[in-house]
């Protein structure tokens, strides 16, 4: 099977083959997420949520505003409230996890039977990508690792659950949807030319193969990550109120689960990345997007914590990336 580039759907359209076209998407994803958060009118409205929505709403110049429309409103922001009050329940993070599992499991079923989905996105895929690719062993192992993130969170999902009545916008549930669809995607399409060339064996699955350098780097930096985010996640969800924590990981940095999801696509990177290339740069665009979207959050409870709880609750915390942000 070949990639055909002759009037394909995507250089048709966009000049552009599949794997740009996946790496545009999440760049379009984050850079709107940083115009949502940089814009005071849309923050309090569209990114917020949970406990951090339950504050007042400020404009600009510090006065309230009524979350519902108000007779006196602008037309502008009567139709900004009118859409902030699409939201739905904030136990929906639930079906980022199933959505994740679920795509997960349709893609390998393409990957092994070469199934019409898979070739589409062969077809829609220029020689040069396919030529530059993962190994196979590469691509089954990171898509072994995605499948473990989405089974842990979404065993966090229910166990650490708590009854609540938060809810979060139908614009942010979607794009948290379309981002782990398109992580499915993203995790293995850069190893295309492995999957076309090689018929899958037992042989594949072997844990005596020698690791590669980066393996060997990444591998342990994923699952330290993974461990020190569940962790976070445990503690969390024991404070019986909202209250300043008190937990060594949140002693420098005021969200540290952020910080280890950010680190968890970060080790994807290298560990995805093709054979020549030093990373995998559909992944790191996924990461931009991570970053770009927890980052937004991350400064919002920033904010929160201060106002509730004081100056003192944030004084020498970095708020995601220490030494950075």
């Known amino acids: 099977m070949a990639a055909n580039n002759d009037d394909t759907i995507f250089e048709s359209l966009l000049g552009i083959d599949i794997i740009d076209a996946v790496r545009a998407c999440f760049i379009f994803a984050a850079c709107t997420t940083l115009l949502f958060t940089s814009l005071p009118a849309?923050?309090?409205?569209?990114?917020?949520?949970?406990?951090?929505?339950?504050?007042?709403?400020?404009?600009?110049?510090?006065?309230?505003?009524?979350?519902?429309?108000?007779?006196?409103?602008?037309?502008?922001?009567?139709?900004?409230?009118?859409?902030?009050?699409?939201?739905?329940?904030?136990?929906?993070?639930?079906?980022?996890?199933?959505?994740?599992?679920?795509?997960?499991?349709?893609?390998?079923?393409?990957?092994?039977?070469?199934?019409?989905?898979?070739r589409f996105v062969v077809a829609n895929t220029s020689s040069e990508h396919l030529q530059k690719s993962m190994t196979l062993r590469q691509v089954l192992l990171c898509i072994g690792l995605v499948v473990i993130q989405g089974v842990r969170r979404l065993y966090e999902s229910f166990a650490f659950a708590k009854p609540s009545s938060s809810r979060m916008g139908v614009v942010h549930w979607l794009l948290g949807l379309s981002f782990y669809l398109g992580v499915t995607i993203a995790i293995w399409i850069e190893g295309l030319g492995a999957v076309l060339s090689n018929t899958l064996t037992l042989d594949d699955f072997r844990v005596t193969v020698v690791p590669t350098l980066k393996t060997l780097l990444f591998l342990p930096v994923f699952l330290m990550a993974s461990g020190l985010q569940?962790?976070?996640?445990?503690?969390?969800?024991?404070?019986?109120?909202?209250?300043?924590?008190?937990?060594?990981?949140?002693?420098?940095?005021?969200?540290?689960?952020?910080?280890?999801?950010?680190?968890?696509?970060?080790s994807l990177t290298f560990l995805a990345a093709p054979e020549g290339e030093f990373l995998n740069k559909t992944i790191l665009c996924g990461l931009f997007f991570v970053v770009v979207n927890l980052g937004g959050t991350a400064r919002n409870s920033q904010k929160w914590y201060k106002e509730k709880f004081g100056e003192e609750s944030i004084r020498g915390k970095w708020i995601m990336i220490p030494g950075i942000y």
């Not at 951090?52 to 519902?68: E, H, L, V, W, Y």
């Not at 962790?231 to 940095?253: A, G, I, M, N, Q």
């Not at 005021?254 to 999801?261: K, M, Q, R, W």
């Open 230 to 266: 569940h962790d976070c996640h445990h503690y969390l969800s024991s404070l019986k109120k909202y209250t300043v924590p008190t937990h060594p990981l949140f002693t420098w940095v005021v969200s540290p689960h952020y910080t280890a999801e950010c680190v968890i696509y970060l």
């Open 42 to 118: 849309l923050n309090s409205r569209f990114v917020n949520y949970g406990a951090r929505s339950s504050s007042t709403a400020k404009t600009q110049d510090g006065d309230s505003t009524p979350k519902q429309p108000s007779s006196d409103a602008t037309v502008v922001t009567s139709v900004l409230d009118r859409l902030a009050t699409w939201q739905v329940p904030h136990r929906y993070f639930t079906h980022y996890y199933i959505t994740l599992l679920l795509s997960s499991a349709f893609w390998i079923n393409q990957l092994l039977t070469h199934g019409p989905a898979f």
